[in-house]
């Protein structure tokens, strides 16, 4: 019988014939080789399934079928019900990656049993393939939530990553950056097409409250940005958008918070979620006001009304601190009031001890639907 593959390739296409060729290179160029390759055509009309179906003639570990159109990021779930290795990589169709990527990945994980997820930096570029600014490192709630341990590998034990999802901000920018064991897809559920193009969020939350994360900084995911990629319509912060972001994070705490123990479920449910919505509540009344002087007598209102985040807000203006910034720094705040400990463990330091305390749950499943 054969052996199953290490890694399991997943490629959702639809009508990105521009990029493919550029896609499947860095796939075949990736210096690890034991992988299965399993591509899902939504029924291409501009020649990508024909390019599909004649790289199907020449290698042999890949598979390809059409199916209907689910949309971004249901459209990745039919590849990942047949993958069949013990680690998944969605390779979206119009991005890239470096030639070591699953070669480091792979390594990190293998390393860290620990782990169900490995991350590692963005790469941008436009579409001509020109790598844009480095605003990750700069902007990500990931990078900001790292501090100096971003250019470390390091171990990011569960929830945290999942409490920072509270912010109503993506951690995990691009699903090029992770990869996944498959076994986490059997404990929190595949991805949920119901949010349209940003549901990958709902599905990052889930991942984060229940999975431990290995930081590796060693590679790169790639992530395109272009007029007709899947989230450029959006609608980032409008009320829409916010009122879907309110959305996902209660379906991700209802599907999931049982994975946390008891004492963390209790503190998120009666605090820190009604917390983070008020703070997401303060941040849109200040993006809904375009002018300046609307927006200070908004906050200073607030200040008035005794809101717990316009303070915060004020003392951050006033006294900026080094390292993590001050969403990240509360999240951490609220673990310490739970006796949780670091949420961040740099890898070199992680001990068997630190291991036999690291958050660990049966596996449970989570119908697909979610």
């Not at 900084?217 to 009122?243: F, I």
């Not at 983070?276 to 849109?284: D, E, K, Y």
């Not at 985040?309 to 999240?331: N, T, Y």
Request: proline letters at 6%; aromatic letters at 10%.
């Amino acid at each position: 019988m054969r052996k199953n593959p290490t890694v399991s390739i997943c490629v959702p296409n639809f009508n990105t014939r521009r990029y493919l060729g550029e896609r499947f290179d860095t796939i075949f160029a990736q210096s690890f080789r034991d992988w299965e390759l399993l591509v899902y055509d939504s029924y291409s009309s501009d020649g990508g399934w024909e390019y599909i179906k004649d790289l199907s003639f020449v290698e042999p570990r890949l598979r390809a079928w059409q199916g209907p159109r689910e949309g971004t990021p249901g459209s990745w779930n039919p590849c990942l019900r047949e993958a069949r290795g013990d680690y998944v990589y969605i390779a979206t169709s119009d991005d890239t990656m470096p030639p070591d990527f699953l070669r480091v990945m792979v390594a990190a994980l293998d390393a860290h049993p620990e782990c169900e997820l490995a991350h590692c930096r963005l790469r941008a570029i436009d579409g001509d393939g020109r790598e844009s600014e480095d605003w990750w490192s700069r902007e990500s709630v990931f990078s900001r939530s790292s501090g100096p341990l971003v250019h470390q590998r390091h171990v990011r034990r569960a929830p945290f990553d999942g409490l920072l999802h509270l912010g109503g901000t993506s951690v995990y920018i691009s699903v090029t950056q992770l990869l996944m064991r498959r076994a986490l897809f059997d404990r929190i559920g595949f991805f949920d097409a119901t949010w349209g193009s940003v549901g990958d969020f709902a599905w990052s939350m889930r991942a984060g409250l229940a999975a431990n994360v290995v930081h590796v900084p060693d590679t790169w995911g790639g992530w395109r940005v272009h007029a007709a990629q899947a989230t450029a319509g959006a609608a980032l912060g409008s009320t829409d958008h916010a009122r879907k972001i309110d959305g996902m994070i209660d379906h991700a705490l209802e599907a999931c918070s049982h994975l946390l123990p008891g004492g963390l479920r209790r503190h998120l449910r009666e605090e820190w979620a009604p917390e983070a919505q008020q703070l997401r509540a303060f941040q849109r009344g200040i993006a809904d006001r375009h002018d300046a002087t609307r927006r200070r007598g908004f906050i200073a209102l607030q200040l008035l009304a005794g809101v717990a985040p316009a303070w915060d807000h004020a003392r951050s203006k006033l006294f900026s601190q080094p390292g993590p910034d001050a969403w990240s720094r509360r999240v951490q705040q609220w673990l310490d009031s739970a006796n949780f400990g670091p949420a961040l463990v740099p890898a070199g330091t992680v001990s068997a001890a630190d291991v036999a305390s690291f958050p660990h749950t049966k596996p449970t499943r989570v119908e697909a639907s979610l």
